[in-house]
């Protein structure tokens, strides 16, 4: 709980200000929503501001999820888009973010749309970001379109704490067996090779192997580890910030099993979720097609959308029709399509086809780490039984030659 400082005005205009305890500011929003209150300003009581706990210059989705859902509040509650602004400019210390807010305070100030600001920051917000703002100035329905924003980010943060938690322990077990073995291998083993090498019986040639590896990784490790974790970066790099290899492990990812089947999913559950965004806000079909296919992140779905959009809707088939043409979604995903187009109310079908994946895909994950786990213990175990196996046949060579 922190202590915040409010001002506001009742319906007669009086202003009234006090202080309040709660968790954040947008307690104090929604109290004051309830009393019939219009704020003007809320600011924390405590050395530290509410908002001083994030550190850092970048943009995360916690922080777009809070900015969408205050300003929707701050709509609601009658506070106009500017003042509201003004307030979060005045509360968050976030270098990144008060220079942002304070570039859209600027733009407003200077009578362009909100959305434009926004734009000019493509890394941190999504073009469907930036339409359905330009859509909802467009319609005058700001306030919802905020709410939908925030529900959405909402939902994207969820599901990425889902995926990453569902990945740690795998993660982990692997770091921790990898760095296990190597220590064995670099340390361990090559003073129980030397012990063997060093007699005058000479190992079978499986144990040689085995020992020399030891040996080898022992003599030369100064030069080996930095070479591992440089290989080790240098993978990384390629496959997560080139455009070559971002192309290859997509095409890896899609072949493997179980891990391909989840990445369609969540493409498909992105498609579903910011298609139907898009409709309700009100963009028209082949706008808000063209703007989905870039936020879909698979190269594949984009060139799906394109031409569902580009050499179907457009050239007059309907909806549905087009969707039937690819082969890349599911019959029953290209049939609601299909029915819900002719019922006229394809974004809530949509929205449904959304949480529906939401489920899919944490299933398939939980379905994936189970599998994982004895899959990793057993590679894991054959290494080791290796390097085991690679000792104990020289020492009953040994005790039957006694």
């Not at 030397?194 to 020992?211: A, Y």
């Not at 179907?312 to 039937?324: H, N, P, R």
């Not at 780490?369 to 080791?384: Q, W």
Request: net charge positive; proline share 4%.
């Amino acid at each position: 709980m922190a202590k915040f400082h409010y001002i506001a005005s009742d319906p007669g205009g009086k202003v009234i200000e006090g202080e309040m305890e709660a968790n954040s500011s947008a307690a104090i929003l929604g109290w004051m929503s309830q009393q019939g209150l219009r704020p003007v300003s809320i600011k924390s009581k405590d050395k530290r501001n509410i908002f001083s706990k994030q550190v850092g210059e970048s943009i995360t989705i916690e922080d777009k999820v809070f900015i969408t859902r205050y300003l929707a509040l701050m709509l609601k509650v009658g506070t106009d888009l500017f003042k509201a602004i003004d307030i979060l400019v005045a509360d968050f210390d976030k270098p990144a973010m008060k220079s942002l807010l304070l570039e859209v305070k600027d733009t407003l100030g200077k009578g362009q749309p909100l959305h434009t600001a926004f734009a000019n920051h493509p890394k941190q917000f999504s073009p469907v970001f930036v339409s359905l703002l330009r859509a909802g100035e467009d319609s005058g329905n700001l306030e919802n379109v905020f709410q939908r924003l925030s529900s959405d980010l909402e939902k994207e943060k969820e599901l990425r704490s889902k995926v990453k938690g569902a990945l740690i322990y795998p993660i982990i077990l692997v770091g921790l067996s990898l760095t296990v073995l190597f220590l064995m291998l670099s340390l361990v083993l090559p003073k129980i090779a030397e012990s063997f090498m060093s007699g005058n019986m000479e190992p079978p040639t499986f144990s040689r192997v085995v020992f020399g590896v030891g040996l080898f990784l022992n003599k030369y490790m100064i030069f080996v580890l930095p070479v591992l974790i440089g290989s080790g970066f240098g993978l990384w790099y390629f496959f997560s910030k080139t455009v070559v290899g971002k192309g290859i492990g997509r095409r890896i990812v899609r072949r493997l099993p179980l891990v391909g089947e989840i990445a369609q999913k969540l493409a498909i559950q992105r498609f579903a979720s910011t298609l139907s965004s898009l409709m309700k806000s009100g963009l028209p079909i082949l706008d808000s097609l063209e703007i989905t296919a870039d936020a879909v992140g698979s190269s594949e779905l984009k060139g799906v959308l394109l031409r569902v959009s580009r050499e179907g809707i457009m050239k007059g088939l309907t909806v549905g029709e087009a969707f039937k043409r690819e082969t890349y979604f599911p019959r029953v995903v290209v049939n609601l399509i299909a029915v819900s187009e002719k019922a006229g109310h394809m974004e809530d079908v949509l929205q449904t086809l959304s949480e529906f994946y939401e489920s899919e895909i944490d299933s398939s994950i939980k379905i994936l780490v189970s599998f994982l786990e004895p899959v990793l213990l057993l590679f894991i175990g054959l290494i080791v039984g290796m390097i085991a196996l690679a000792i104990i046949i020289p020492v009953y060579q040994l005790v039957g030659s006694i």
